[in-house]
């Protein structure tokens, strides 16, 4: 049972131009969503959260947006660079289930084409 | 800035045998994760410690045990070795201050390949 979906595997986006990824949760017990970027051969690294509270955060050129009544949550990237090639996977927190697990998606490979 | 650190980065193992991988936090990071991503799967949490004690189990098999020490660094020992074993362990650590954990900062892994 996938609570948190990222349905789009991969995305390629020309640089400079804006990069939109999605991500849809099940679970309406999530109160806290995170982002992590992941390199090949790298550990995931975290980018950017967002609590349930809110509806839009934004630190740089990445923002997240969150619609709690549609279980959708978004990253945007503005402008793309090349070195935001890397798979992109959205995580939630249930309260419920504790403060330390997170529950992963899919992932989506992003791919800058310069 | 320090990171996590894991150990060992690439492990080959036999089948039934036994494994330890081991993870230091970040310092003065007090709470652990473990996560397994097989591979083309997303990373699955296995189990958290906070403060040397089992915080959180996922899907944990009964195979594998681990801990936290008094130093904070864990380890995550894995017995009777299967080919299905075979993945990345993650470690990730995170500051519990009392309030919601948020971001965990995530070490660069083990390949734990099973032959």
């Known amino acids: 049972d996938q609570q948190v979906k990222q349905n789009s595997p991969s995305l390629s986006v020309q640089e400079g131009r804006i990069s939109i990824l999605n991500c849809d949760y099940t679970?309406?017990?999530?109160?806290?969503f995170l982002w992590y970027k992941k390199y090949p051969a790298e550990g995931p690294t975290f980018l950017i959260s967002?609590?349930?509270?809110?509806d839009k955060n934004e630190d740089g050129r990445f923002t997240v947006f969150l619609n709690k009544s549609a279980k959708h949550l978004s990253l945007h990237i503005v402008p793309s660079q090349p070195g935001d090639s890397a798979v992109y996977f959205c995580?939630?927190?249930?309260?419920?289930?504790?403060?330390?697990?997170?529950?992963f998606g899919t992932g989506t490979r992003l791919t800058i084409i310069p | 800035a320090a990171g996590v650190i894991q150990s060992p980065r690439h492990l080959i193992k036999e089948k039934r045998e036994t494994a330890t991988l081991k993870c230091y936090p970040i310092?003065?990071?007090?709470?652990v994760y473990w996560y397994q991503q097989g591979p083309g799967q997303d990373p699955q949490f296995l189990i958290s410690?906070?403060?040397?004690?089992?915080?959180d189990k996922g899907s944990i098999p009964d195979r594998f045990s681990a801990q936290q020490f008094s130093d904070y660094h864990s380890e995550l020992n894995m017995s009777s070795l299967e080919l299905g074993d075979s993945a990345l362990y993650f470690c990730?650590?995170?500051?519990?201050?009392?309030?919601?954990?948020?971001?965990?900062?995530f070490g660069q892994g083990t390949r734990l390949t099973v032959v």
């Open positions: 679970n309406s017990m999530f109160d806290y």
């Open positions: 995580a939630a927190i249930d309260p419920n289930f504790g403060n330390e697990k997170l529950t």
């Open positions: 410690f906070y403060e040397k004690m089992q915080s």
């Open positions: 310092p003065r990071h007090d709470t």
């Open positions: 990730a650590s995170s500051l519990n201050s009392g309030r919601m954990n948020t971001e965990a900062f």
């Open positions: 967002i609590s349930s509270i809110k």
